[in-house]
């Protein structure tokens, strides 16, 4: 049965989202350092911290948390000019950025959310080094709303407000280095119900929320500033929870492919059952492969490695079924296998291959006393790593005898999933007793105008086409864009230049980026105003990102960019006519396309057209016939 025709009211599906969404505040949550994302190079000094959780805190710890703690021991983070003692835990935190409150609240209103009366701050705690303290501070503003989508109502769970983690740079040989940038960066959690029936109700849902986040103007833009998780299950499946799903346009395929998944391990479980299949104990099947082409195996033994494999009795043809696109319940062993350390596996449904022979096979299937029903895995590395690799593929294939096993996926990008780590227990959260609580008073922010709603706005208050006014309301620059147009800038120009004009500077290669939002306002002011012709504009922009410490007034006057007056407007038109008077003699208005042009070249684009054009008019219309 082809995904396509999954009838996923009859499977049960059940799919919740989670959504992670920076906040682009002036202020970090707990300190006044600004919300700005820095190179490693910049870092200016650097410091180690081992981490070790209390025994009583280790008692909360679920399975997950801890495995995570054995891997990573010394952390080292990188501190800028632009963080303080706080994200370096040597100073206690400030009060909640009130700016963060406020936009939290915001969200709240669009998410029909109530806003909690008073919000405490929680500690929830980390073991893998992402945060200095051991902790992430987390408080939930606000609970019970609802968002509408194509196929119904979604209800929305809690809204919180938490601190982003650091961001891990590098592994190092001792363990992890991390940039505290991004630690602190306030981060909203908008948290669903169980409610969404259907991989496109999933998308809609999702794309439903990032817009309501974007109608805040207040919400980071760019890779990693929004991260996605959702939960999936299926009646006779299980609970998944798949992290870090990058794009919107990837949700509705991530919850198909783990639909398919299900359903595939279920038919898998089925057909066992039938085949009365069973998993063996490891076996030391080295010597099998002591002359060995296999590059990887070969390559293990050399290194003073071994090779391990086991029986999975009844599984022939099963290992290397399809279960998602390109991945097998081989590759579900293998993700279990790397989790520990080792590369993958290999397995026989797909052997002989890889360097491995025939022969080889053979010998192996006997080494393991396996008929041809069975199906063989086999782990090669160092030996400690080889028995715990071996050992958690023996635990996932006896799983696969039964059920679907619970656990968090991570999403790879082309939609599909891989085994990341057990399913987390419910965080215990402890106050936070050096921060107070807020109570938050919804009554002091306005309810902000969706996306939908600008997009008809713009056309009908200032004329925008459709296409233009969709660019602006869910562009980077719509904030820009409602402050420059409050100031008085013709909304035309406003968007022509934000849209089209910075788009086609960055195909030119124009380091864009660059440009402040002052910039760019006081260059539409300039312009606006007449002060600068809009032939000029695109220059002043050029001028601006390449040496962004100017001003906008500073690059006009270096670049000579001000307007002309109409006197000498008239002057380089009549030089021109005479230059060409023959021609306009005989051609009359025929002349006037190969004029302008010659004109404007003439001015070097500091006159504006419509003048060139209407006073080289008049000049020809003199002189003509
Ligand atoms: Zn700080």
């Known amino acids: 049965m082809s995904d396509a025709d999954y009838d996923y009211e009859d499977l049960g599906l059940v799919a919740g989202l989670e959504i992670h969404q920076q906040l682009d505040t002036a202020h970090k949550l707990f300190c006044p350092c600004p919300t700005e994302l820095r190179e490693p190079e910049a870092a200016q000094r650097t410091f180690t911290r081992y981490l070790h959780p209390t025994k009583s805190e280790l008692g909360e710890i679920d399975e997950a948390a801890l495995e995570e703690s054995m891997v990573d021991r010394e952390f080292e983070y990188l501190a800028y000019d632009t963080t303080c003692l706080v994200e370096e835990d040597d100073e206690p935190p400030h009060r909640v950025d009130r700016e963060a409150m406020d936009v939290t609240m915001e969200i709240a209103q669009l998410l029909d959310a109530t806003v909690a009366d008073q919000v405490h701050v929680m500690r929830k705690i980390v073991v893998d080094g992402s945060n200095t303290t051991g902790f992430q501070r987390t408080m939930r503003v606000a ?26 740079v590098e592994e190092t040989d001792a363990g992890v280095r991390y940039s505290l940038d991004r630690l602190g960066i306030p981060l909203v959690e908008i948290g669903t119900k169980p409610d969404i029936r259907s991989p496109e109700q999933a998308r809609d849902a999702a794309e439903r929320i990032g817009m309501l986040l974007r109608s805040t103007g207040q919400v980071k833009r760019g890779l990693g500033t929004i991260r996605q998780d959702v939960n999936v299950s299926i ?101 279990h296998a790397k989790r520990h350390g ?7 449904d797909e052997l002989p291959a890889y360097g491995v022979t025939e022969e080889e096979v053979d010998a192996l299937r006997e080494a393991v006393d396996a008929s041809p029903e069975d199906a063989v895995a086999l782990v090669a590395d160092d030996p400690e790593t080889t028995e715990l690799a071996v050992d958690a593929v023996v635990e996932r294939a006896a799983d696969a005898l039964e059920l679907v096993p619970e656990e968090t996926r991570g999403a790879n990008e082309d939609g599909t999933t891989r085994y990341l780590r057990p399913l987390p227990g419910a965080a215990r959260m402890y106050p936070e007793t050096d921060v107070p609580p807020v109570e938050p008073d919804p009554t002091e922010v306005d309810q902000p105008e969706l996306l ?69 306002a006081d260059a539409l002011a300039l312009v606006d105003g007449g002060e600068v012709p809009r032939e000029g504009l695109d220059d002043l922009l050029r001028a601006l ?56 070249g003439e001015l070097r684009g500091k006159a504006d057209g419509d003048t060139v054009s209407s006073v080289l008019r008049e000049e020809i219309q003199e002189r003509a016939g």
């Open 342 to 348: 080792a590369g993958g596996i290999f397995h026989t």
């Open 235 to 335: 009646a006779e499946g299980a609970r998944v929870e798949i992290k870090g799903v990058q794009s919107l346009d990837d949700i509705d395929d991530i919850v198909r492919n783990e639909v398919r998944r299900q359903v595939e391990l279920l038919d898998i479980a089925d057909e066992l059952q039938a085949r009365d299949a069973s998993v063996g104990d490891p076996r030391d099947v080295t010597e099998v492969f002591e002359d060995t082409d296999s590059g990887v195996i070969g390559g293990a033994l050399s290194s003073g490695g071994n090779v391990m494999a086991v029986r999975l009795e009844g599984f022939d043809g099963l290992v290397g079924r399809e279960i998602q696109p390109d991945r097998r319940l081989g590759t579900e062993l293998s993700d």
């Open 452 to 520: 939908t709603e600008k997009v008809e706005r713009y056309q009908a208050e200032y004329d925008l086409d459709s296409g233009l006014a969709e660019q602006v309301a869910y562009g980077e620059y719509m904030p820009l864009f409602e402050e420059v147009v409050a100031d008085g800038v013709d909304p035309t120009l406003a968007a022509g230049t934000l849209e089209s004009t910075l788009t086609e500077l960055r195909r030119d290669d124009v380091a864009v980026e660059n440009l402040t939002d002052e910039h760019l």
């Open 143 to 168: 609970g019970d709303g609802a968002i509408e989508t194509d196929e119904g109502t979604v209800r929305i769970e809690d809204l919180m407000l938490e601190e982003e983690s650091a961001q891990r």
């Open 545 to 600: 990102a390449a040496d962004p410490a100017l001003t906008a007034e500073q690059a006009v006057e270096q670049q000579d960019l001000g307007g002309v007056g109409a006197e000498e407007v008239r002057e380089a038109v009549v030089t021109v006519v005479e230059r060409n008077a023959e021609q306009v003699e005989t051609e009359g208005m025929g002349a006037f396309s190969g004029l302008m042009g010659e004109c404007m």
